[in-house]
Nanobody
């Protein structure tokens, strides 16, 4: 079965990776789609999200380093990650909301509620 998220790997600090998500049509049309990451011992963090009106949100931890892009033609959602840091090590998932969109609340991006793939592992080492 074709993986939903691709592009993960192992890089050194300062390196780059581009993650890509093959979004199912029904999730692609949600109010908000984006990427979250999960790492052992850490709280799940939404790192980037795009609302249906085009508003893009980034977590402070990745602002200026990550860029999210949505490609309507082929239903993909990409995450370009530059200047990677050890703290970026995590499993990354693309996800969607269940209605209502995404917003920054209490300093964190809220709104993404479910993912549909197995994620892709990103490991950054010194």
């Amino acid at each position: 079965e074709r993986p939903v998220e691709t592009g993960g790997g192992s890089v050194q600090t300062g390196g780059s990776l581009r993650l890509s998500c093959s979004a199912r049509e029904y999730t692609y049309r949600r109010d908000c789609t984006g990427w979250w990451r999960e790492a052992p011992g850490k709280e799940r963090e939404t790192v980037a999200a795009i609302n249906g009106d085009g508003r893009i949100l980034y977590a402070n931890s990745v602002k200026g380093r990550f860029t999210i892009s949505k490609y309507v033609a082929n239903n993909t959602l990409d995450l370009q990650m530059n200047n990677l840091e050890i703290e970026d090590t995590a499993r990354y998932f693309c996800a969607a909301d269940s209605g209502g969109g995404c917003a920054v609340i209490g300093g964190a991006i809220r709104g993404l509620t479910s993912h549909w793939g197995q994620g892709t592992q990103v490991t950054v080492s010194s």
